[in-house]
């Protein structure tokens, strides 16, 4: 499967724990991309790099959530406290740089916050 | 700051109507592109098209055409005798500037189309 690979599939924690998400992207692609997704809303972004460049981050985004691409290949999304609100379904995406918003979405982690 | 409406939550036809996804934007910025995306009952959202703001010719690929008008910022899906594998949650989607420089994509809500056999 040469797709973009989520893992976990599906994780359920407390309320106050950290999580992380790992996501393995196409590999000839340099652009990595997290978005958030809840029921009914389109997905939003949160933060992008090219390569191990971390590009741009959103405002929405909190102290408490770091993503890294350590080597420009995988990339990982910590959580950190974790709160019910970040109930939500985490979207990775990669693309080639030359063809900017053609994303290649994985499956998604989906996250429950209890 | 940019925006995305699909006013159209949720539309129902029966297989073979032709059905259109309606997506109004709005933006600042003279360069920006358009996008939009399917999502399946599977969940991976998968590219159907982009275009630039600099090009309004209208696009059609097999069933699927777009209308792209900016005079009334919209850019419009039609789907020419839909099949029963077309039901789905449709995203328009909005990036501005450079796309190479900026893929930031601000997507709307989404229309969720059921085809029914």
């Known amino acids: 499967d040469t797709g973009v690979s989520q893992n976990p599939r599906h994780k359920i924690t407390k309320r106050g724990q950290n999580v992380t998400f790992r996501c393995d992207p196409i590999?000839?692609?340099?652009?990595l991309y997290w978005y958030r997704q809840t029921l009914g809303q389109g997905p939003e972004f949160l933060t992008y790099?090219?390569?191990?460049?971390?590009?741009?981050k959103s405002r929405l985004l909190s102290d408490r959530f770091s993503a890294e691409r350590p080597k420009g290949s995988f990339s990982t999304l910590e959580i950190q406290r974790t709160e019910q609100g970040d109930s939500a379904m985490y979207l990775c995406?990669?693309?080639?740089?030359?063809?900017?918003?053609?994303?290649?979405f994985g499956e998604g982690s989906r996250l429950t916050v209890l | 700051a940019q925006k995305v409406t699909q006013a159209q939550t949720e539309i129902s036809v029966v297989e073979k109507e032709d059905v259109t996804l309606d997506c109004v934007y709005e933006?600042?910025?003279?360069?920006?592109?358009l996008f939009w995306y399917k999502q399946p009952p599977s969940g991976e959202l998968v590219f159907l098209i982009r275009?630039?703001?600099?090009?309004?010719q209208n696009e059609i690929s097999g069933r699927y055409s777009w209308n792209f008008q900016k005079s009334t910022s919209s850019f419009n899906f039609t789907i020419t005798a839909s099949q029963v594998v077309d039901s789905a949650v449709y995203f328009c989607?909005?990036?501005?500037?450079?796309?190479?420089?900026?893929?930031?994509?601000?997507f709307g809500k989404g229309i969720t189309l059921s085809v029914r056999p």
């Open positions: 995406a990669s693309s080639l740089w030359t063809r900017g918003g053609e994303l290649f």
């Open positions: 590999s000839e692609h340099n652009r």
């Open positions: 790099f090219q390569n191990e460049a971390q590009l741009e």
């Open positions: 933006t600042r910025d003279t360069t920006y592109y």
């Open positions: 275009r630039n703001s600099f090009d309004e």
């Open positions: 989607a909005l990036s501005e500037g450079d796309t190479g420089a900026n893929s930031k994509l601000t």
